[in-house]
């Protein structure tokens, strides 16, 4: 009993000292690219999204949870900076609409993203690739006065690599390329206003914003937003919030469907609690019904068995058999010989003396008018062989 405390002891300390451990572990870092406002990781936007008030000291930092279409059509009606940083930007041809007209009045639409979607591809003739090069992008700005004399460089490829591989060059203006001259900022002039596209949204992130490179970078390409008294900050198309699918959506953004909805709902609750008394009989519990197939089988079996009717066995035997044979393999059985044989041994690959020995031995049974308990054993063998060889 002694000795059983001591273990009990060991064991516990072990266990103690691999909590401690295991609580004082230091976190992986989380690399995956979330682009969420409110995520420290590298890959978050929290920095860039908490300094925003300093690249806009005089404007109004609001954040809208709703579609483009919705946001711009409905709820944000003062012009402004609107900014999307994603993964992967979704825009139908409703928002389209809505963001060239928020555009024409005065307003920004500053989008960066790594992928875009087919509507926006078509409308405006782009297309998005990532640098396939032992060496990561460089970045510069094509004005001169936010040109670097040394391109900015990062350790990234997510930061830097993607690029537009094609636009349409004749509304779009050049902002900023890589090292190996591919455009990686663009510029689309509507009315009074921009529709600002980049192709790397990664140098918005935590990670890039903390290197000096990042920090001037993000900064620059910001400063070309102008000054608003408004800045959005799109959750829905930046991820910070999942998109609302449900169908009950179509109510609840209409105040009379919204209403109807509701009374509709205790309407049937009413009805419920007065309908809850039972108005029938206990439904009696009715068995399901056996699987008779097992006792079907014994039934013929013993019937097979009490008439003794070999030949009329192995004829059907010999029937089925070769019925199999018509239907799986497509071979012609209504002669029994050779060339039958050499089919079954090209097709189902049996040896040469057993489809031989087969084939005359269905010839044999099936001529005889009484077939004893040996042949009929003997028939079923050879049946059973040739399944096995077959398979």
Known sequence: MKDFKIYISIASALLLIYLIAEYNKPVPINWNPTFYYNDKIPFGTYIVYN????LFPDAAIAQTNESIYNALHDSL??????????????????????????ASAGGSVFIAALSFNDFLRDTLKLSERFEISKKNAELNFTNDQLKSSTPYTFDQALISNNYFDKFDTAK????????FGHATFLDFKFGKGNLFLCANPGVFTNYSILTNQGEIYAAKALSYLPKA?????????????????????????????????????????????????????????????????????????????????????????????????????????????????????VKLGLESSFAMELVAYLNYISTQGHVTDRELIELNKMIEKLYKQSA
């Open 172 to 179: 779009a203006i050049v902002l900023g390329t890589n090292n």
């Open 77 to 102: 009606t003062a012009s402004g900076n609107y900014l999307i940083i994603t993964r992967n930007v979704n825009l139908n041809e409703y928002d389209y609409k809505e963001v060239v007209k928020y």
């Open 229 to 345: 008294k408004n800045v959005y900050w799109d959750e829905l198309q930046n991820g910070d919030i999942p998109p609302d699918e449900s169908p009950v959506r179509v109510f609840l953004n209409s105040p009379g469907l919204q209403w109807a909805y509701y009374i509709s709902l205790a309407a049937i609750l009413i009805f419920v609690i007065f309908e809850i008394k039972r108005r029938q009989r206990i439904i009696p519990v009715i068995e399901p019904l056996r699987n008779a197939t097992l006792e079907f089988v014994s039934v013929v079996g013993q019937v097979y068995y009490e008439k003794r009717n070999n030949a009329n066995i192995a004829h059907k035997k010999v029937l089925y058999l070769l019925a199999h044979l018509r239907d799986e393999y497509q071979v012609k059985t209504s002669k029994l010989d050779n060339e039958l044989v050499e089919k079954l041994k």
């Open 51 to 54: 300094q925003l008030h300093q």
